[in-house]
């Protein structure tokens, strides 16, 4: 080997290691650079932060002076409330008994009593029509007793269900006089 080839061949690799010393320089270096910039966006971010922050530092201060005020104010009503014979409940609103309507405890009642005897209609007869009609009549006057229950809308859905049919079969049967029951009870808690 000639020895002017061998300095060429070290030259060649001494070439091509600082080429890729440079390549992994430029590499690093672009890599520095983007976490640089990504670190201050964030700095901004973080700047802007603080300057609102800072901004509602007056706003909390008066929030602050405000509630100090207020629960002196407040403090002094209860001062002033204690300190005064003031009782809130005169004799007159004591001597005005209110006048109970017992006619909405006979329309409860009556409502009970719709529901017991379709009851006993259920355990005699399979004709769903007289049912669906006493169900509308009894759902009327539940609404004219509370004004709008729960009832109301369960007793429209077990009349779509009775609707059409030309026989109570027993299962139905069985499910709505399970429903007065629970019926009557919400009726009897309501009153």
């Not at 429209?156 to 069985?174: A, C």
């Amino acid at each position: 080997m000639n020895p002017s080839e061998n300095k060429d061949e070290k030259i060649e690799k001494f070439a091509s290691i600082l080429e890729k010393f440079g390549l992994d320089i430029i590499t690093k270096m672009g890599q520095t650079n983007l976490k640089i910039n990504t670190l201050t966006d964030k700095v901004d971010q973080l700047s802007k932060a603080t300057i609102d922050v800072k901004a509602l530092l007056p706003q909390l201060t008066n929030v602050i002076e405000n509630q100090k005020i207020l629960e002196a104010e407040l403090e002094l009503i209860r001062t002033l409330i204690q300190r005064s014979d003031i009782s809130f409940q005169s004799k007159d609103v004591e001597a005005e008994a209110v006048e109970r309507d017992i006619s909405a405890t006979d329309r409860k009642q009556s409502i009970i009593d719709e529901f017991n005897s379709l009851v006993k209609y259920l355990d005699e007869n399979d004709d769903p029509q007289p049912v669906i009609t006493n169900l509308e009549n009894i759902k009327e006057e539940i609404f004219v007793f509370t004004g709008g229950h729960r009832i109301l809308y369960e007793i429209g859905q077990f009349n779509n269900k009775l609707n059409g049919l030309e026989s109570l079969p027993e299962e139905i049967k069985e499910d709505l006089k399970e429903k007065i029951t629970f019926w009557i009870n919400k009726l009897t808690v309501k009153g």
